[in-house]
């Protein structure tokens, strides 16, 4: 019998000075509309079986393949059920064909009739309860999906958004007659890997574009994890570039997260790797630097919890013709929370007739971020770590220079 229990934590966070969070967009909007507490109570109360298991196994796995976490959004369980976050995305069309009856019309089904049943005691307004929740960020996140059976009912619980580790959860048996029961336990990390768990949270990625989705979108990235090197496509590069030439690039290869950095109720960590620089640059003359224009480039990689300290394949393209005359650019990894804009005032350096020129860039970033690690990187750094994992921060990149004959 598994054990589910109490984990203590203490001592863990501190406060060093008082923050001012007048964030309205933050506090305000459609947050409290739809009590997490509630959908996971209604969710604990539907007679799930083996169909509405495989409806949101099938949607968290697709999310999965899509780039994103182990997630099925409301918006898609009322609209499209079955699908996936990104799904709308590829296919432009209906969710995938389900068996028995789908989750929508069971949740549909409960919220009406006990508001019918108990007058006072259930959701008052049913009809608009479910348009809420529908139209909602709120999801299923279903973390060490990869490990279930295919059988075992999961442990309902929901995210206490306050960064605890530990909530309430209802956990579904049978009795030795088939009678349903929910018993209460207390949930945390170490049982959500033992057992099956759903935590109502809500949504903070589905609205960016991953690096699998830019990579099904786009020719030209090929199929997900393979590397295409491309010639450039810069002001002369095109007209340059000749067929047996060779044209080197710089790849970030993959990527490591040492520590999650959100309660785990929250998800997985949705990283962004920033580059600014001048991509395809081969300018020699001072007035050859005026007609190209420094880039921003950022990538979304999604870690699952149970990535942490594996290795990502991640595969990216930073530059597609790396050149020494390319001195140093700017590089920045953030763990995305939200917030306001804010921006990181840096330099790109690019060296024309033997004289390195400093470009100013302006990296945005949001001020509830995680800024993992910023800084510069040089060419000469590159050249001598090629294929060699480098530490930045709380993360492990490995990058290199590969070569690609035209």
């Not at 075992?152 to 009678?179: A, Q």
């Not at 020494?324 to 763990?335: G, K, Q, T, Y």
Request: some cysteine.
């Amino acid at each position: 019998m598994k054990r589910l229990y109490l984990l203590c934590l203490a001592g863990l966070l501190a406060a060093s000075c008082e923050i001012l969070d007048d964030d309205v967009d933050k506090h305000g909007s459609d947050h409290a509309a739809v009590p997490l507490s509630e959908v996971a109570q209604v969710l604990a109360n539907l007679p799930l079986g083996a169909d509405q298991m495989g409806e949101v196994f099938g949607a968290v796995s697709s999310s999965i393949e899509n780039g994103y976490d182990e997630e099925y959004m409301m918006y898609d369980l009322f609209g499209t059920p079955g699908a996936g976050v990104g799904d709308d995305r590829i296919t432009k069309s209906k969710a995938p064909s389900l068996s028995g009856v789908p989750l929508r019309d069971m949740i549909a089904d409960y919220v009406r009739t006990q508001a019918a049943t108990k007058s006072g005691s259930g959701i008052e307004d049913p009809s608009g309860w479910l348009e809420r929740l529908a139209e909602s960020d709120v999801q299923i996140y279903w973390p060490f999906s990869d490990s279930w059976d295919g059988e075992e009912l999961p442990v309902i619980t929901f995210d206490p958004e306050d960064d605890s580790e530990v909530n309430t959860g209802y956990r579904i048996t049978k009795d030795s007659e088939g009678f349903r029961r929910i018993e209460e336990v207390l949930v945390d990390e170490e049982v959500a890997k033992e057992t099956p768990v759903w935590v109502v949270n809500r949504n903070t990625d589905a609205g960016y574009t991953t690096l699998e989705m830019l990579r099904r979108e786009d020719p030209d990235w090929g199929e997900g994890g393979s590397i295409i090197v491309t010639p450039g496509t810069g002001p002369k590069a095109c007209s340059e570039v000749k067929s047996g030439s060779t044209v080197r690039s710089l790849i970030l290869k993959d990527f490591t997260m040492n520590r999650n950095y959100d309660s785990w109720f929250a998800g997985a960590s949705e990283f962004f790797v920033k580059v600014g620089a001048f991509e395809d640059f081969t300018a020699t003359t001072e007035a050859e630097l005026r007609l190209f224009t420094p880039t921003i480039t950022d990538f979304l990689v999604v870690v699952k919890r149970s990535q942490k300290g594996v290795p990502v394949p991640f595969n990216a393209m930073v530059f597609s013709e790396w050149t020494d005359l390319v001195e140093s650019f700017a590089f920045m990894i953030i763990e995305d929370d939200g917030g306001t804009i804010k921006e990181w005032n840096c330099t790109a350096l690019v060296r024309v007739e033997s004289k390195s020129y400093g470009v100013e860039l302006k990296i945005p970033f949001h001020s509830y971020d995680d800024i993992v690690w910023r800084g510069t990187l040089g060419h000469r750094w590159f050249e001598a770590y090629s294929d060699t994992i480098g530490h930045f921060g709380d993360v492990d990149l490995t990058f290199e220079v590969v070569e690609k004959k035209l």
